[in-house]
């Protein structure tokens, strides 16, 4: 059944045994109950390897997580030892900053929290009070957000990664040297140093240090494929390499329960009665020198050309004729209105060639990105949720956003151009060959310093992103 993912589904003889007290979830997080109504059969089932170290992770977390004895024991170990060397921490720990928007941030959550179960870390989240209502907790009787009072809350203050590995005359190696707190930056910049993160004598050197402080918006977990001890693990709990996010966000990602009556809603009222539900994922970079003409025209050749959407019928002036058409729904999602209402008006009363009634439906249009705003939050995570449970998806190349829906629904997009710049010739869309998030900056160096020029070659099972240059993805 379909709830044979992740889903903590109490009703689900699997899910069953992936929640430690079914019970006092049906209470508090109501999508972790209804979702398998929504959802179609999962034909990706979680491996009796991943539910094994998922079960582990949970009880190290109810241990260490905040509200513990073990919790405030570790910190203040950590907090007065100068090195991570006399550090009696009990328990470690991984602070996830997540950086960007809502989909940057929760590629980069979901790989952060595979690293943490790789490391036998705790994750903890810093979350903005924006997305405190997003998510309903993911761990049973504990909480993932880290605490005000965390003594670096203000993590500029510490000792960043790269200084210890750009510093070599103070030998990384030594254990002595090493403080107990160290921020480690995976944050998609212009000139990303190298920083050796996936190789065998970095991960060795973080793992003496008791508390990681990473800041991220990326998907960089083919960085931990990338490392040959992850990489063992990472296969065995994954028997499907590109199911990757599709698992961890599932199992992550619950919506609260006012974002769950957002999704319910709009599902009942529009998406409910389609015999097909096509989720149009719209984001233009530069809308100021992105003419939306030239936006139409792109989704217009990639939908009508791939038979995702039907030719209006020119020749009959009498939409609907014909008895028992099935009705295609179109959710569109996009900060400007303009794209769903044209294509609301291009299908509305008219017959298609194929019989078929096409109603498109757009949720919200926030004009623009905001930044810390509650509502704002709530509707892109609505909405990226509601693309995740249509049936055909077109998203945005490069986008995170659609990265998110894709991998959430278990779904191959097909990829529109990522229009800049004035650009009106495009190439056309393709279809991705992978569930999983392109990670956008993979390492460029082999960890004895050498350029990697062929990532597919040397890395199996990593290849190029279509969506993005330079990218990889798991496949
Ligand atoms: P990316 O920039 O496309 O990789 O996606 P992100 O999610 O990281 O950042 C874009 C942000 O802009 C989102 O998190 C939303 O805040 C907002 N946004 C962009 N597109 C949409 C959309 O279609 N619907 C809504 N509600 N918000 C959007």
């Known amino acids: ?13 699997s899910n069953a045994s992936l929640t430690n007290d079914p019970t006092s979830t049906s209470t508090s997080c109501i999508s972790r109950l209804q979702s398998h109504l929504y959802r179609k059969p999962s034909p990706h089932k ?36 100068n090195n991570s060397s006399g550090n009696a921490a009990m328990c470690k720990y991984l602070v996830c ?9 929760m590629i980069s959550i979901a790989a952060t929290f595979l690293y943490a179960v790789l490391t036998d870390r705790v994750l903890l989240v810093r979350f903005g009070e924006d997305k405190y209502h997003l998510f309903c907790e993911p761990f049973l009787n504990s909480t993932w957000i880290l605490p005000k009072n965390f003594p670096f809350w203000n993590y500029k203050l510490v000792q960043t990664y790269q200084t210890i590995i750009l510093n070599k005359d103070r030998g990384i190696n030594s254990k002595q040297d090493l403080p107990s707190t160290l921020f480690l930056n995976l944050q998609h910049t212009k000139n990303h140093p190298d920083k050796f993160f996936h190789c065998h004598h970095s991960q060795h050197l973080l793992s003496n240090v008791p508390l990681l402080i990473l800041k991220s918006d990326q998907y960089f977990v083919p960085a ?16 499907e390499r590109d199911t990757v996010f599709y698992h961890l966000g599932r199992y992550l990602f619950h919506p609260s329960n006012e974002v769950w009556g957002l999704i319910r809603k709009f599902y009942e009222e529009h998406l409910s009665k389609a015999d097909e539900r096509i989720g149009l994922q719209i984001r233009v970079f530069a809308p100021d020198s992105t003419p939306q003409e030239a936006v139409m025209d792109l989704i217009l050749s990639c939908t ?7 030719e209006l019928d020119t ?44 109603r498109v439906y757009q949720a919200s249009h926030e004009e623009h990105q905001k930044h810390h705003d509650k509502m704002h939050n709530m ?38 151009y990522k229009l800049t710049n004035n650009a009106t010739h495009f190439p056309a869309c393709q279809r991705d060959f992978s569930l999983e998030p392109c990670y956008h900056i993979p390492p460029n160096h082999y960890c004895n310093g050498n350029i990697i020029k062929d990532y597919v070659s040397t890395f199996l099972y990593l290849r190029g992103c279509n969506d993005f240059s330079n990218g990889v993805k798991l496949v």
């Open 304 to 310: 009508i050309k791939n038979k995702l959407l039907p």
């Open 1 to 13: 059944t379909s709830n044979a993912s992740l889903t903590n589904d109490p009703t689900s003889t």
């Open 46 to 81: 979680p491996s009796p390897y991943l539910i094994y170290k998922l079960r582990n992770y949970e009880e190290l977390h109810t241990r260490c997580g905040p509200n513990t004895r073990a919790y405030r024991r570790s910190m203040m170990n950590i907090v007065n030892s």
């Open 379 to 416: 509707k892109a995570w609505m909405e990226m949720y509601l693309l995740s449970l249509c049936d055909v998806l077109v998203t945005t190349s490069a986008s995170t956003f659609g990265y998110v829906a894709q991998s959430l629904g278990g779904l191959r997009p097909w990829l529109l």
């Open 315 to 358: 020749q009959n002036s009498m939409p609907y004729t014909t008895k028992n058409q099935s009705l295609k729904v179109v959710l569109v999602t996009s900060l400007n209105e303009e794209y769903g209402e044209n294509l609301r008006k291009m299908y509305e009363n008219k017959a298609t060639v194929s019989g078929e009634v096409v």
């Open 97 to 105: 900053v997540p950086v960007n928007g809502l989909g940057n941030q």
């Open 224 to 239: 931990l494929f990338m490392n040959p001890s992850f990489n063992s693990e990472i296969t065995k709990m994954f028997r």
